[in-house]
Each structure stands twice: as C-alpha cells, then as structure tokens.
DNA sequence: GGATTTTATGGTAGCGCTACCAACTGGCTG
DNA sequence: CAGCCAGTTGGTAGCGCTACCATAAAATCC
C-alpha cells in the first residue's frame, strides 16, 4: 500500500525457486487461501464443490505444502524423530524399519537420530530435534537425562519409549524385559543339564540392557546354587570379530565350559563360525544359546538356539501407539509387551 | 494498538507449551532479537561483549531455537533427507550410517525415506520432503522420475545422488561403476579357470544395479567366448534364505555348474551356509564369488570371495560433498568414485 | 578535521500457513 | 416472516525467526 520502490517484481526474496503457494492455488480455485487450507486438511468441512475445483487447482499447479509454514502456524510438522543408540546394530535398524514403515504410510516422516549410547548426546539431541516441532517423539530405552525426561513430559505430545519395558516411563512404552530374557536362556541352558555356563557380552557398560539381560541370568543360576562369575566381556562394539574374540579367549580362560549364553546373536554367530573352522563341535563341545532371533541363526550349523524377539513388530507397535495418539485417539494400553520366544534350535 | 478483549494474558495460542523464544533471549540479553540472532549464526558479526552476554541469556533461559521458523525466515531447516530403495537390505543401512554420522556431526539431521525400489514412490517421497525446506537432498541410483529430476535441477540446492556412478547426474554424484564391478568378479572367475559360471540374484528387476553387474558379467564371459545363459533369478527381496533356495534350484537345473557368481553376499551366505550343511565343498565342488564385502563373508567357512564396496565410506564422502557445498565451497571434484576392491579369499 | 568507509546494532517486514472469529447462506421453526 | 441455527466461506493476525535496510558508532582516509 503507497510503497514506492522496493518489490522490484513479484516476491521479495530467498525462497529457491518460487514455490507455488497456497494463495496461488486458492487464486486459480477462485477460494480464499484457507479455504484451500481446509479442502487439504480437514476435506468434509468444506462442500464439495469447492473441494473439487481445489483439488484441481492443486493438480494443475503442482501444488506441494510447505510442511514447515504449516508447523510453525499450527506447531506439529508430521516428523516424528526417531533417537536409537547405533545405527550400526542390526536390532535398532529393523526397529526403525518397522517405525519407518508405519509411520510413512500415514504420512509422518522419521527424523533419525543416534546416540551412541549416550545419555548426555541423547538430551543434547532431543533438544536440538525439538526444534522442528515434531508431532511426536520414540526413543531408545527407558533411562534418561532428567532434563530429557522433564522436557518430554511437560511438552505434552506423544512420545514412546522402546526397546525396555517398565516403570515409570514418560508416555508410553513398548518393549520386552530383558531380565526375564535372559533369565529365560539361563534356565534353558540349566534345564538341558548345563553347569558351567558363562555369560558372553561386550559394550555392557554402555548397552545397560545386556547387563540386565546378564542380571537375569545371573538369578537364575544363584537360584539352582551356581556361582556365576562366568563373565566374559570387553568394551568394543558388537561384531562377528568380537564373538570369535571373546569366544576364544573364554575357551582359553575355562576349557572346562559346557555352555555359553551370548547377549546377542552378532556375538553367538562369530564364536559359532569360529567354532565351525576350528572344529569344535557344537553343543557336544560347548553349547551356545544367544538372544536376538537374527535369521542368520537359522542358516548356521548347527542352528542356534536363540530367545527371539520381533523387532519390526516392536517398530510397527511403537508407531501405531503413537499414531493412535496423534489422531486424538487414547490407547488402551501405552504399555506393550512386545514379548520374546524362546527358540530351540541345535546349538543347546 | 487498541485492542480491547483478545490476548487473555500472554501469547496467544497453541505451541505446547510456551517455549522460550529469542525475544526472551534478547530480553534476557537487554538487545534486539535480530542480535540474537545473529550471535547465535553468524557470531563473528557481533561484538565478543555482546555475543557473551547472549550465550549467558541462552544457557540460562535454556533456549532451543525453533529451527522450524528459523526455516521458514530464511529456508534451509538443517534437515538433508536420504531417500534409499530399502531399509531391510544391510548396504543402504550403512550407507545412512556414514551419511548419519557426517552430517550430525555438522549440525544437520537425516530424514528418512524408503521407496520400496519404486520411482513412483520415489518421486512423491521427495515431493513430499521438499516441504520440510530441506538443505539439500541425497537420493539414490540415477534413475529417477522426470518430474523428480527436473523439480531438484531447478531447486538450486545440493544434491548427491549415490550408489551408482554415470552421467547425467542431478547435482553431484558418488558410487561405482556396478558394470566394472560385475564384470571384475567374472573376470576373477574365468582367471580361476572356472567356465560353466553361474550368476545368482533375486530381485533384479526392481533393483536395476544388479542387473548392471550381470550385464558386466555377461560381457565378460562373452568376450571370453562363453555363452552366459545361465542366469538364476527370483522375484523375493534378498536374504540368506532366498540365498539358500536359489542355490539349490541353480545346482538341480544345472549340476555341472563350476561357480556362481552371487549378487550379493546375503545371497552368498545363505547358499554358503547350506553347502555347510550339506558337505558341498567349496570351492573344489563348486566356487563362490559375491559382492559387497559384509563383514559375515570373512568369518564363513572358506571365506568368501567378494567385489567389496566401502559403503560407510559412501555415505560419508556424499555427506561431505554435500556439507562442502552447503557451506559455500565448491567441490573439486563433484563426481566420486569410491571404488571397489577385489578381495579374494577362499571360496573361489 | 571533515569526508568517507567500515563495523556494530536495531527496526521492519514478511517466509507460507492455519487458529480464531466474523459474516454470510439457506433452511427451518413457531 | 422474523428469528434462529447449522453449515460454509472469508478476513485477519500471528507462529518465531531472519533478510533487508537504516542508522549509529567507530575506524580510516586525504
């Protein structure tokens, strides 16, 4: 209005190539822009005669929303950040997967994060995804920074916890409980007649799950009277390498083992494939369980015996929860039990 | 200005709850927001007395800046999103991983899509992720949708296209040359002495880069005077167990089969595995070479002979590319091949 | 020492969209 | 037929930030 000389043309500024906007497509519908705004969002408040000829201005135009105008007027982008500790663990990934994959089908996108099990990388990331508004939250486990924690609750969307199950948790929570897991192969492993059964792990400090998972089986074996100061584990991430490595040196440490309880099959695999090579035969030698369920297991000779755990559906399960909650709905339970079979195989 | 009832008592509406926004900080800081502003981005443009009593307003008031309205002022939102064919085949996995762990390292966030090895998904993915304003895309393979390839041509932000080397490309472009790398293990093959050479894979009208590797591996042969019609394929996404079944189908078809050329080593150990188990020698009955380099092919009985792909240096290298040109610089070199390595061991 | 450049800060106006409320339509009631 | 309601549509005002420009202060020049 009485402004002279700036507009030298048509938009003022930045903006990559001049997007179409809604305004352009509410011009060609002959509409006003929220009513464009409306026939997108919420179709069945607006006639449908309108819809029609908006839809075609859409169509015509190449109309694509501007996710991020729309976020920061109505807060909620459709991201939905995703925080696993590695992205170099076979478990996270196919979790992520499952989330992936519901989520996309309803139209939110995961924003990937990792933390390489660090609570204080974790909170520093969740802050810094906060950001973007995401319209939910899923992450890894139920320890975190108290900030972390503080900021979740307070923000009031929803936000799933995976991985663990237990209390208390920030929203909602799908998971498995890793002591009873590894308390279920301990006994399997004492049920097949086993005594002298070590505990297999690396990276436990960081990964507290398997030092549960190592509590369990512990317990077990305290119960049945054995002493299990059978641990073998090292700080580096988990590999084949590192199972054949751990294998061997626990071998070295006690000929006398009867059976290994590996906290995950990444581990098992290794020491099972070293095994292969050198000949040592598997379970009459040493009898190897492993938790996880890797469809590797399956292929290996012999077949490993495994407490499995569906990791996609623990993904899907986290993210129809969560998408429950942002379509206003309540679910019945925010707290899912993902569960875990026991799957014997040849190698106990 | 004259505004009677609105604005019960502080900010208006919705935004969760009432985050600390950079005119808090400026306040707090006793200067404009746009200083702000610009202590936090550019912090060499503001005086070191103010940018000092700027970071104390942050740490104090624990500012997070809404990079969703930073987005929309300026565009750009920090978020690169990678679009790859799938999330359950280990390659692209880590090929995230490295591209994950460059750009989180400069303050940008991966956002992720799948498209199933389907241009069409493809293309409305990236439609969809233009909506979030991203920095810059990464997207895989150089086949794409016109639309896809005309829309980030006119963007004029980078983009990386991975996997795959060639012209044309969009933007930038790092991979390899899958031709070459069939065309190397055939050759290995025939250097071996094996003539009755089988190629196996699954999958390979969707995923066009393994048909690439045979159509290198058939040029070898060819050249070489053997006719290669012995091509073993199935429609199943890629596993161990697909591996395991395509083998056996391949040995009944044609039982004087020398060695297989696998398209990559999920295929390769699934069919290793089972020639484990069945006491099928290799390579004296018959030989094994793959592609990829998965760490599973060095800890398998023999050891697997592979074409091997840095994958996590991939992802690496495009997100350099990609954060050189983000940060104004213009890449030598925007074209990279990262290179393949014949790693021979003892399965051929 | 005054004119010019450089540097540091602030004011303003949107980025494109949607929440909120106002207005208008047609149908129905009493 | 005035009065009222439900159903549609539109106007306006920001969401929180930064590009752009103006201004003030300091540094540099002839």
Chains 1, 2 share one sequence.
């Not at 001049?18 to 305004?23: A, G």
């Not at 009873?180 to 690396?202: K, N, P, S, T």
Request: aromatic share 4%.
């Amino acid at each position: 209005m009485a402004n002279e000389k700036p507009l030298p043309q048509g938009r003022r500024r930045h903006q990559g190539v001049n997007r179409v906007t809604i305004s352009d497509v509410a011009k060609e519908a002959g509409v006003a822009p929220i009513t464009v705004s409306r026939a997108l969002n919420t179709p069945d408040r607006v006639s449908a005669k309108l819809r029609k000829r908006v839809d075609q201005a859409v169509a015509s135009l190449g109309y694509v929303p501007n996710l991020i105008a729309g976020g920061l007027a109505s807060a909620g982008t459709r991201v939905i950040p995703v925080v696993v500790p590695s992205l170099s663990i076979l478990t996270f990934i196919e979790v992520v997967h499952g989330i992936q994959q519901t989520l996309e089908g309803a139209g939110y996108q995961v924003l990937l994060g990792s933390t390489d099990f660090d609570l204080d990388r974790e909170a520093s990331l969740i802050d810094s995804v906060m950001g973007y508004s995401p319209s939910g939250v899923i992450l890894t486990g139920l320890r975190h920074h108290d900030r972390t924690v503080h900021r979740l609750q307070t923000w009031g969307r929803p936000v799933v916890e995976i991985m663990e199950l237990g209390t208390p948790c920030i929203d909602m929570n799908v998971g498995i409980d890793n002591i009873q897991a590894g308390a279920c192969m301990a006994q399997h492993l004492l049920d097949r007649g086993y005594r002298r059964i070590a505990f297999l792990g690396v990276g436990m400090t960081r990964d507290y799950r398997a030092q549960q998972r190592f509590e369990g089986h512990r317990q077990v074996l305290a119960a049945a009277g054995i002493e299990s100061n059978l641990l073998f584990a090292s700080e580096e991430p988990s590999s084949y390498e590192a199972g054949r490595r751990v294998f061997l040196e626990a071998l070295a440490a006690r000929p006398d083992l009867e059976a290994i309880h590996f906290a995950n099959d990444n581990l098992a695999a290794g020491a099972l494939l070293e095994a292969n090579r050198r000949g040592i035969r598997v379970p009459e030698d040493i009898a190897m369980g492993s938790y996880l369920g890797l469809s590797l297991g399956e292929h290996l000779t012999p077949r490993l015996t495994t407490v499995s755990v569906p990791r996609f559906e623990m993904g899907v399960e986290a993210a129809k929860l969560l998408l429950e909650r942002l379509q206003g709905r309540t679910p019945s339970q925010p707290r899912v039990d993902i569960g875990y079979r026991l799957t014997v195989r040849e190698s106990t």
